[in-house]
């Protein structure tokens, strides 16, 4: 399986050379509209930067690392929300611009995606570059605002698993005391017949003389409460707003 740089820059250079329509049309607005965010028929001809670094992020397979946006400000400051903020470049790196050479997020113009790095140069793969193209451009580091790492986000998202694994063997293996012999609520449980837990009811096998200390019941609540809370966080459905253009944002780009 490739690695998240090499499956996201050969999703970016597969269409080098495109250009967008006379009307502002392009097929990464239209795919954006279609697959992200149906709330404004404008993304079909809006600037359209960030939804070629989201479409291509999707060919990879890489969208939960990269996010799905449309306006640079928000996917930036998604990336520091994530802990996935740098000032250092490297390939597969999300490069944010602002044009006046301003060093604020809120400053942020056009977005591109890293290609390689060679002392103060930066290469990259951009679209809506040059108003029109999806091409290949040289940066200076002048007018970079900073990087989103794609990598850090795995990164951090594959720690915060492993930490909630852990809390959950650690609570199954013997985090809770197991209770006293005649003074427990949680014994024995029959499941011999329906059992409701948590508003959840389902229909059990017949199992005579099971036995379910507290200490194992409160290991599963605990893992069901881990994974829920992992599955939220995860970053790619965790945008909301983030999808969503800002009007102010999108004449920004036209000076890519």
């Known amino acids: 399986m490739p690695s998240i740089v090499d499956g996201l820059l050969d999703a970016a250079q597969r269409d080098l050379g495109y250009r967008e329509q006379s009307n502002g049309y392009t097929k990464f607005g239209e795919w954006y509209y279609a697959n992200v965010d149906k709330s404004d028929s404008y993304f079909k001809t809006a600037p359209w930067c960030d939804m070629f670094v989201t479409w291509a992020a999707h060919q990879a397979g890489v969208q939960e690392y990269v996010g799905e946006f449309a306006y640079t400000v928000d996917h930036a400051k998604w990336f520091r929300q994530q802990n996935a903020w740098s000032d250092e470049p490297e390939p597969g790196a999300i490069v944010f611009f602002d044009w006046s050479g301003g060093d604020s997020i ?22 809506n570059a040059d108003r029109v193209w999806l091409k290949r451009k040289e940066r200076d580091q002048g007018k970079i605002v900073g990087y989103g790492l794609p990598r850090k986000v795995q990164e951090n998202l594959g720690a915060r698993e492993e930490n909630a694994s852990e809390q959950v063997e650690s609570a199954a293996v013997g985090g809770a005391p197991e209770p006293p012999a005649k003074s427990s609520a949680v014994q024995h449980v029959s499941v011999s017949a329906p059992q409701t837990f948590a508003g959840v009811t389902s229909e059990l096998p017949q199992v005579q003389d099971v036995t379910a200390p507290a200490a194992v019941l409160v290991a599963l609540l605990c893992t069901a409460v881990a994974v829920r809370r992992i599955r939220d966080s995860r970053p790619a459905h965790a945008v909301g707003g983030g999808r969503h253009h800002q009007a102010s944002g999108w004449n920004r780009d036209l000076l890519a």
Not at 106 to 127: C, M, N, P, R
């Open 106 to 127: 809120e400053g942020i113009d056009h977005v591109g995606i890293v290609e390689k790095v060679d002392g103060a140069k930066i290469f990259t793969i951009e679209g």
